[in-house]
């Protein structure tokens, strides 16, 4: 439901939903842009303090399987492909 629009003369004017999200589109594309990342950044909530320890095992882990051939890499054509037929087959 989007909010009407009220003002407070001389002091104060609030947007309704609609109306900022048309001034919104006339900004520049940079700016947008920005504004964008900024919205969704909002709706992630806090970020998780053990994220970046995490990634970083996981990345290891994944160079320690290359190096010792327990994995096989894969390009990224093939990867892609795999992954498409997944989400093709999901969707049946």
């Not at 594309?29 to 806090?46: F, K, Q």
């Amino acid at each position: 439901m989007a909010r009407e629009s009220w003002t407070i003369p001389g002091i104060l004017t609030v947007m309704g939903t609609e109306e900022l999200r048309d001034a919104a589109l006339t900004l520049p594309i940079e700016e947008r842009a920005r504004l964008a990342r900024d919205l969704l950044c909002s709706l992630d909530g806090p970020a998780d303090p053990d994220v970046d320890d995490a990634w970083i095992t996981e990345i290891e882990k994944r160079a320690r399987e290359l190096a010792d051939g327990s994995v096989e890499p894969v390009n990224w054509e093939a990867a892609r492909e795999r992954i498409a037929n997944r989400l093709r087959e999901r969707r049946r």
